[in-house]
Nanobody
């Protein structure tokens, strides 16, 4: 079992920055893939950024050059630095991990990000 807790969401003006953090506990040694997803009202949940155990990363086209995903192995966290935020970035952001235990996935509870003047 893996437990995830996200933090760092909030309200920010367009052009501003926020940093999200996802802390894992439990069987963290089984995690090989981390991802940040988001879901805006009326929309499907979508991938924002992901990072694998070898530190390879992938970003949605809409956030490339603005968002950066990183891992802190010592703290068992994955972070999402979000710069140059736009109103269309407004959503609930979720952390997801995939484990070597039959590919089982775990989701965090989500954190709200609102970009508004």
């Amino acid at each position: 079992q893996v437990q995830l807790v996200e933090s760092g969401g909030g309200l920010v003006q367009p052009g501003g920055s926020l940093s999200l953090s996802c802390a894992a506990s439990g069987s963290v040694f089984t995690i090989y893939h981390w991802g940040w997803y988001r879901q805006a009202p009326g929309n499907q949940r979508e991938l924002v950024a992901e990072i694998a155990i070898g530190n390879s990363t992938n970003y949605a086209d809409s956030v490339k050059g603005r968002f950066t995903i990183s891992r802190d192995n010592a703290k068992n966290t994955v972070n999402l630095q979000m710069n140059s935020l736009k109103p269309e970035d407004t959503a609930v952001y979720y952390c997801k991990v995939t484990t070597i235990s039959w590919g089982r996935e775990y989701w965090g509870q989500g954190t709200q990000v609102t970009v508004s003047p």
